[in-house]
């Protein structure tokens, strides 16, 4: 594919099927070099060469739903699960809050022990106890009554991944009582409320197609989020996927680029997935256009419970504790962390 192509990627922000299928499929060296280098060139452009750092507190893996790819799914009898109290929360953050974090990220299944009036509590008292910080939440789908309860709260931030924009791509990946409108339906409702809002999907998950990807791309850029975390599908082995093929890090990478070309300004997580599949899975991905990372804050005795998929790492980089490897790391690629909010550029926050 000639540089130019890229750059109309680039300065369009679409892309067409055919040209996602070659930057998908292409072993072109050239034509991956450009376009990492133009991802990476639209991402210093906006934010300069930074990284924002989020500490994920992974606060329960009780889940109600039964989604086939997921470790914590309701019907994994072997996962040990664990919730954490609203104190441990709480000192969570203010450890995160030491070490320099500035949002916390607080991830869970959909655990019914934790109501609505639950969680605005815990979202009130961070937002007291810090107010200089960012609360994002990822707490999967609810009523739009509930996310206003949040967002009263003091709650800034939602992730929920679409998964796939395809309805029957959807369907392959969760069982019948969940679906793609409901899903959507709340990243909307989300969004109309006015949270800073991500979507997201796994790249290599069972049944994708270049088709389901792309619908994804186009799902991506008409919702318009802040935010969008893309990993890498790893299998775990107590699921119905325990034995599909794992996503590849090079599809993460060329997709977090096709990304920043679609939607400049969006904050980009070179996830956990990422660096479990690839000891520099996360330096690649900031090379690639990523600007976030977010280490674990959660306490160290849970930490190896809230398994998604097999072989999570969690005593690495990916450990809050780490912040001077992580520094260092980045450092090395020419890039610094920040101790910010780290809001999506253009956000009147
Ligand atoms: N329950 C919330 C939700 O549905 O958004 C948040 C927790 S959920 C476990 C967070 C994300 O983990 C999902 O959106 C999914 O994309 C990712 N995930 C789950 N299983 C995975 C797997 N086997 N490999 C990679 N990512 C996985």
Not at 94 to 107: C, N
Not at 142 to 160: H, I, M, N, T, V
Not at 231 to 253: A, C, N, Q, R, V
Request: some cysteine; overall charge neutral.
């Amino acid at each position: 594919m000639p540089a130019e192509k890229i750059q109309k990627i680039r300065s369009e922000r679409d892309i067409g099927r055919d040209e996602l299928k070659f930057l998908l499929e292409t072993d072109d060296v050239d034509a991956l070099r450009s376009l990492r280098e133009n991802a990476r060139e639209v991402a210093d452009e906006v934010y300069g060469r930074r990284v924002y750092i989020r500490g994920l507190i992974e606060f329960t893996n009780y889940c109600k739903n039964d989604c086939y790819y997921c470790g914590i799914r309701r019907d994994n009898r072997n996962a040990q699960r664990y919730r954490l109290g609203e104190d441990e929360i709480l000192s969570c953050c203010a450890h995160g809050y030491e070490l320099g974090f500035r949002t916390f990220v607080l991830q869970g299944g959909e655990d019914p022990y934790f109501t609505d009036d639950k969680i605005c509590s815990i979202v009130s008292k961070i937002k007291k106890n810090h107010p200089d910080c960012a609360v994002t939440l990822s707490i999967g789908e609810k009523p739009r009554e509930s996310y206003q309860a949040y967002f009263d709260a003091g709650a800034d931030r939602f992730l929920l991944r679409h998964e796939t924009a395809d309805q029957s791509h959807y369907g392959k990946l969760h069982p019948a009582e969940m679906s793609l409108e409901n899903r959507m339906r709340c990243l909307w409702d989300l969004k109309e409320i006015g949270y800073q809002v991500g979507c997201g999907f796994m790249v290599g998950s069972p049944y994708q197609t270049i088709d389901t990807i792309y619908e994804d791309l186009q799902f991506i850029r008409k919702l318009g989020p802040h935010m969008v975390g893309i990993g890498p599908f790893i299998p775990h082995k107590d699921t119905p996927f325990g034995k599909e093929k794992l996503g590849t890090m090079d599809m993460t990478l060329r997709l977090l680029s096709i990304i920043r070309l679609l939607v400049p300004n969006v904050l980009l997580p070179a996830t956990t997935a990422l660096g479990t599949i690839h000891p520099q899975g996360r330096e690649k991905g900031i090379m690639a256009g990523a600007n976030v990372v977010m280490p674990n804050l959660s306490p160290l005795s849970v930490r190896e419970k809230y398994l998604l998929y097999d072989n999570k790492i969690s005593t690495g980089m990916e450990a809050a504790e780490c912040r001077d490897d992580l520094e260092k790391r980045m450092r090395s690629i020419g890039y610094e962390v920040v101790t910010a909010r780290g809001d999506c550029a253009g956000f009147a926050v």
